[in-house]
């Protein structure tokens, strides 16, 4: 009985090519690379700084005004990264502090049970960061990006003791964190990986002056190493609309003139 015969790629030879894989790619259960991604400009002329400043290699810290965007454009230029296959990095870890006692043993469940709560603000930004047609095929895309482990979230009570290599790490809300946990965070650092500090001095869960006062110098100590850039953002890269800008920008002119308010400390920490 004759042999069914192979179908030729057009090579001549009769087998069918094959593309090698990456180790990223043999990682991952679904790969998903940066095609599907949107591509975002930025709007303002810090959001552009940022975006110039990170492709330039540096680890930031973006700090200032709510609504200016810090969160969501750090996101989308480390899912570019992570997804590119050329690149050295593997996964984002996302921190931050889940409660403002740090704390979040006494809450039910395992890890991602007790943070999936603080996971949602996340997925919305990555919702648009991606060209999906309707909600179910984000919903699969995104369980997708989860399952290859492109993004995990982390809280500042797991992180000790870990060293995180080939990684972006994204530490939100860094204002809610003391000086000591903002200084471990930079020993987890490992090799192959970046760190971005995003937050805003004038919203922080932490009531102790001394407390605070490290934060600004933490601040001070990244502003003078070659290895980070440190972007203020204003009340004009307020990119939020409507109501919500209109609130931000009143908020901040009438609170920012309160003598001892933590505006003037967020002012201090600037000099």
């Known amino acids: 009985m004759p042999r069914a015969k192979k179908k030729s790629n057009g090579n001549g030879n009769g087998t069918s090519p094959i593309q090698p894989m990456s180790k990223k790619m043999m990682k991952r259960k679904k790969p998903i690379d ?50 590119d296959e050329t690149t050295p990095y593997e996964k984002i870890y996302i921190v931050r502090s889940l409660v403002p006692t740090r704390e ?98 004038t919203q922080t869960d932490l009531v102790r002056t001394n407390e605070k006062d490290g934060i600004s110098d933490f601040i001070r100590v990244l502003q003078d190493m070659k290895e980070f850039s440190c972007i203020e953002f204003g009340l004009d890269d307020i990119v939020r609309s409507g109501l919500v800008k209109s609130y931000l920008i009143s908020k901040y002119t009438i609170l920012g003139g309160v003598p001892n308010s933590t505006w003037q400390l967020y002012d201090n920490a600037l000099l």
């Open 34 to 83: 940066k095609s599907y991604m949107t591509d975002i400009k930025p709007l303002t002329d810090n959001q552009k700084i940022a975006f110039d400043e990170y492709k330039a290699g540096k680890n930031m810290l973006l700090h200032g005004a709510a609504g200016t965007g810090k969160t969501f454009i750090m996101l989308y230029l480390a899912l570019q990264e992570v997804l």
């Open 104 to 201: 979040i043993g006494f809450l039910p469940g395992d890890h991602e049970d007790k943070s999936y709560l603080y996971q949602i603000p996340y997925k919305n930004m990555v919702r648009y960061m991606f060209k999906m047609p309707d909600d179910n095929s984000f919903e699969m895309l995104y369980d997708n990006l989860r399952a290859q482990d492109t993004i995990d979230f982390w809280s500042t009570s797991f992180i000790r003791g870990v060293t995180l290599d080939n990684a972006i790490i994204i530490v939100d809300e860094f204002s809610n964190l003391n000086f000591h946990e903002l200084d471990s965070m930079i020993t987890r650092i490992g090799e192959d990986s970046k760190l971005m500090f995003c937050g805003d001095i």
